[in-house]
Structure formats: structure tokens, C-alpha cells
């Protein structure tokens, strides 16, 4: 399964470089496209504007596509993850279960340890993993991020952009807030974990 793992990961690397040079290659055409417009070859100018147009619907194709991989690599990961803690706390409980035999308290209370921290290192593995599933899932694009780019494009342009903007200090109060909340809930966890 680690192989299979490690093909898709490939695999999505490989759809990155594609895309990337297929990001690469619509520019070149772009730069084409304006040299025929300046000579005033419009034939060769409408040729190399579509060869830039399929450049860049096949470098969002690639792109689409390297995140559904990686997303199933992400999956891949989770579930071989998932069968070493399996395993690991099959033979906690063998061993729980050899100990209760003898009735010897203090290996009885290791393995009780062991079995509790194999759980938690499953539970922080499967909070990572998914974690992992989300970003690379994730369609949602920094609206900051958006604003600056077409601001930049309207400025290349020669445009005016009137939009109205959210300050930055807006977005990171709130931010701040969320992650402040979520240290606030993990400390509280850790000290309940501490006191069993």
C-alpha cells in the first residue's frame, strides 16, 4: 500500500510540473500573440492567442487534477497510518490480556499507558490527516490574495479598480480570535488528559 502511496504522490508532482509548463508555454504565446498584433498579422495573432487559451485550460486540467491526487494520497496516507496504530494496539490489547492473567497490577497499568497513548497518537495522526485532506481539498482562495491580483491586473491594464476592500487589521483580529480559541481548547484538553 506504501507503494501505491508513493506512485500517487509521484503522480501529482508530475501533474505540477506539467501545469507549470503549460503556464510557461501560455506565456510564450502571449508574447507571440503581441509581436503578430504589432506586425498587424492578425491570421498568426488569432493562432497564437488560442494556442495560449488551450495552454491555460490545459494547465488548470493538469492542476485540477494533481489536487484530486493528491487529495486520494492524502486518503492513502490515513488509512496506512491507521493499520500501523491498528496493529500497535492489537498487541497492547494481546498483552493487556496476558497480563490480566498473571494479575500483575503494574504491567497491567503499563500497558494500560501504552494503549492510551497509541489512541492518542491515533487521534492527533487522524486530526492531521485530516487536516491535510481539507487543504488540499480546499476550493477556497484567500479573498486578500484575490483583491491583490486584480488590482495588479487592472494596474498592467491601465484600468481603474473600484472596489471596496476590507482592511488588513479586520482580517487578522478575527483570525487571531479563532486561533487564541483553539490554544485555549487544546491547553484545556491537555490538562484534562494530565490529570488521568
Known amino acids: 500500500m506504501e507503494k501505491h502511496l508513493f506512485n500517487l504522490k509521484f503522480a501529482a508532482k508530475e501533474l505540477e510540473r506539467n501545469s507549470k509548463k503549460c503556464d510557461k508555454e501560455e506565456k510564450t504565446e502571449k508574447l507571440k500573440l503581441k509581436k503578430a498584433i504589432e506586425k498587424g498579422n492578425m491570421e498568426v495573432?488569432?493562432?497564437?492567442?488560442?494556442?495560449?487559451?488551450?495552454?491555460?485550460?490545459?494547465?488548470?486540467?493538469?492542476?485540477?487534477?494533481?489536487?484530486?491526487?493528491?487529495?486520494?494520497?492524502?486518503?492513502?496516507?490515513?488509512?496506512?497510518?491507521?493499520?500501523?496504530?491498528s496493529k500497535s494496539m492489537e498487541g497492547v490489547v494481546k498483552g493487556m490480556s496476558a497480563a490480566m492473567k498473571s494479575m500483575n497490577l503494574e504491567k497491567i497499568s503499563t500497558l494500560m499507558d501504552n494503549f492510551e497513548k497509541q489512541f492518542e497518537d491515533l487521534d492527533v495522526q487522524t486530526s492531521v490527516m485530516e487536516g491535510a485532506m481539507s487543504q488540499s481539498t480546499a476550493t477556497n482562495i484567500p479573498q486578500d490574495s484575490v483583491d491583490i491580483l486584480m488590482r495588479q491586473a487592472a494596474d498592467e491594464a491601465g484600468l481603474e479598480l473600484n472596489m471596496e476592500l476590507p482592511g488588513p487589521a479586520q482580517a487578522t483580529i478575527g483570525q487571531s480570535t479563532q486561533a487564541s480559541t483553539e490554544q485555549d481548547e487544546l491547553s484545556q484538553r491537555l490538562a484534562r488528559l494530565r490529570q488521568v
Request: hydrophobic share 40%.
Open 45 to 85: 495573432a488569432k493562432i497564437h492567442a488560442e494556442n495560449a487559451i488551450r495552454q491555460k485550460t490545459q494547465s488548470l486540467n493538469f492542476l485540477r487534477m494533481s489536487a484530486r491526487i493528491d487529495a486520494t494520497a492524502s486518503r492513502v496516507q490515513s488509512a496506512v497510518t491507521t493499520k500501523k496504530v
